[in-house]
């Protein structure tokens, strides 16, 4: 699969660059649902935390996508190489709410 024609969003996070400048590797963080409650939010999580994520529709699922609102095959998150890691641990941290921190005080 080529995915060397990829872009993040004028408002997301930049793309992170080598020593040569060329943008950085793209790796796969997970194979989601295409659903807005599942890979939208989790694009907008990433990007809040300043990791660019993109995603890619496998097979006939941009069409899909276009016709139905969403593709059948799912979709895979890319993110940089270097904040593969970081990605990974932000998706599963556990949520913390700061309203009953703050209540106890």
């Known amino acids: 699969m080529?995915?060397?024609?990829?872009?993040?969003?004028?408002?997301?996070?930049?793309?992170?660059?080598n020593t040569e400048g060329e943008k950085e590797r793209a790796v796969l963080l997970r194979h989601t649902f295409d659903s807005p409650a599942e890979a939208?939010?989790?694009?907008?999580?990433?990007?809040a935390y300043g990791v660019p994520c993109f995603p890619y529709y496998d097979g006939?699922?941009?069409?899909g996508k276009v016709i139905s609102g969403f593709s059948g095959y799912g979709v895979s998150l890319y993110v940089p190489e270097s904040m593969h890691d970081e990605a990974?641990?932000?998706?599963?941290?556990?949520?913390?709410?700061d309203q009953e921190d703050n209540k106890e005080d």
């Open 40 to 47: 939208d939010m989790t694009i907008s999580l990433l990007a």
């Open 88 to 97: 990974a641990n932000l998706l599963k941290a556990e949520i913390v709410d």
């Open 60 to 63: 006939e699922g941009m069409t």
């Open 2 to 17: 080529d995915i060397s024609h990829w872009a993040v969003g004028p408002d997301g996070p930049a793309w992170p660059v």
